[in-house]
């Protein structure tokens, strides 16, 4: 078997890869561990797309996705934003846009060797039990060397580019705290907008707005000092009750979901404890320890929270979110200096001007940067090891406080299609 591209990662920046490289024509397989696609977009429960400035480029698959969302009620415009979605039917909806566009898939899968010579990938030897648009039957075991000419890394942690010794760059710092979102439903929307609106006039921090005479908003809340929190009275008295634990408070935020006026995403609760990545035992203590406090939190919300009082929690997350980990050694690394000076390139795959964002486990120590527009090298997703690989998502080659701001979802979908489009003008 043999692709022009072999995508390993079907999350925001490998989908956004696979649905570009195949409708321009390449021969494409895209290989996902999970038993779905999305990753942080839909096993992440990650909503909603946030805006990243308006002269963004490489955004053909993210304009499809947002056309084929709205087709199925599963998307919404609010405040300017259109990345609102539903991450349940985004799963569907993801899997017919690959398909649809010639993508070979497969699922529960995984690399389990490669073939190298000096500088250049050859081949990948492929462990999988579910595959789409190659074989129907989920009895056989896949496992044979396929070729390409191009591989892209998008595992977010890096596992293809950790297996096959690529040099990587340093962590000088503690990884950001990890999250593990959830969602509750059975809430009265209305109920909780109206009274929201009124008890938080900071629009820095709360938004509201109806849309088809439903209401669509976010909040926010952390247990940071330095800034003034409408909710603070509500959790502070939470704790003294111990109905939440004082870390349960270091970070609280949500959404509405798009074409689902009863229910709302959480973007919480952040786990402060530093865990393994790698390890499997590690990652089940961090859902365990995720489950507890989103317990606590759904309980919060019935009790404090007017419109909340039959909410209850109705999904969570598969996976953790992972903020940052492993990035990538490559041809260009980009830094916190080229960001905020704005530095332009000659072949850009992303313009955006989201801000740094480092979140924190201590107090007061999290920080939000607002900047100008800035642009991002194809260089930056291109292995220094090896000639044939690409990197596209968090795990891209910038520093540590670059990278807080290049690792939004608007972003990813931005370095996908734009490695596509450079395999493509390789190749042709």
Request: hydrophobic residues 35%; negative net charge; glycine residues 2%.
């Given at each position: 078997m043999y692709y022009d591209v072999i995508i390993i990662g079907g999350g925001t920046a490998g989908c956004s890869c696979a649905y570009n490289c195949a409708k321009l024509g390449l021969k494409t397989l895209l290989v996902e561990k999970e038993n779905y696609l999305g990753g942080t977009m839909t096993g992440g429960l990650v909503v909603p797309v946030m805006k990243s400035g308006d002269n963004q480029i490489n955004t053909d698959f993210y304009n499809a996705l947002i056309a084929e969302m709205k087709r199925v009620n599963g998307q919404v415009t609010y405040q300017n934003n259109p990345g609102w979605f539903d991450p349940i039917k985004l799963k569907s909806v993801l899997h017919k846009m690959l398909i649809n566009n010639n993508v070979d898939i497969l699922l529960n899968s995984n690399v389990e060797s490669v073939k190298l010579k000096i500088n250049k990938i050859l081949s990948v030897?492929?462990?999988?039990?579910?595959?789409?648009?190659?074989?129907?039957?989920?009895?056989?075991?896949?496992?044979?060397?396929?070729?390409?000419?191009?591989?892209?890394?998008?595992?977010?942690?890096?596992?293809?580019?950790?297996?096959?010794?690529?040099?990587?760059?340093?962590?000088?710092?503690?990884?950001?705290?990890?999250?593990?979102?959830?969602?509750?439903?059975?809430?009265?929307?209305?109920?909780f907008a109206d009274w929201i609106y009124n008890f938080d006039y900071d629009i820095d921090v709360t938004t509201v707005e109806y849309i088809n005479s439903e209401a669509y908003f976010s909040t926010a809340y952390t247990w940071d000092t330095d800034k003034h929190w409408a909710l603070a009275p509500l959790f502070e008295d939470a704790v003294s009750k111990n109905i939440l634990k004082d870390t349960d408070r270091n970070y609280f935020q949500i959404f509405s979901i798009a074409g689902s006026p009863q229910s709302v995403a959480f973007n919480c609760p952040r786990l402060l404890e530093s865990y393994n990545f790698e390890d499997e035992s590690d990652i089940f203590i961090a859902k365990r320890r995720g489950a507890e406090a989103i317990s606590r939190i759904a309980r919060f919300c019935n009790i404090y929270l007017p419109g909340f009082e039959n909410a209850y929690v109705s999904e969570i997350a598969d996976i953790i979110g992972i903020r940052a980990y492993r990035r990538i050694k490559g041809k260009y690394v980009y830094t916190i200096e080229d960001l905020r000076c704005g530095k332009k390139f000659d072949n850009p795959v992303l313009i955006s001007n989201y801000p740094v964002d480092i979140h924190s486990k201590d107090k007061n120590s999290s920080a939000l940067e607002m900047t100008g527009e800035y642009q991002l090298p194809i260089e930056s997703l291109m292995s220094a090891d090896y000639d044939n690989l690409f990197v596209a998502g968090r795990g891209l080659s910038a520093d540590e406080m670059a990278q807080g701001a290049l690792r939004v979802q608007s972003s990813c979908f931005s370095m996908g299609e734009g490695v596509a489009k450079y395999i493509n003008e390789i190749l042709t």
């Open positions: 030897n492929i462990n999988s039990i579910h595959t789409d648009n190659i074989s129907h039957d989920l009895n056989n075991i896949l496992s044979v060397y396929i070729d390409a000419k191009y591989f892209v890394d998008a595992t977010g942690n890096l596992n293809f580019s950790d297996k096959i010794n690529c040099n990587f760059l340093e962590n000088k710092n503690e990884f950001p705290p990890i999250s593990f979102r959830f969602i509750m439903s059975g809430i009265d929307n209305n109920k």
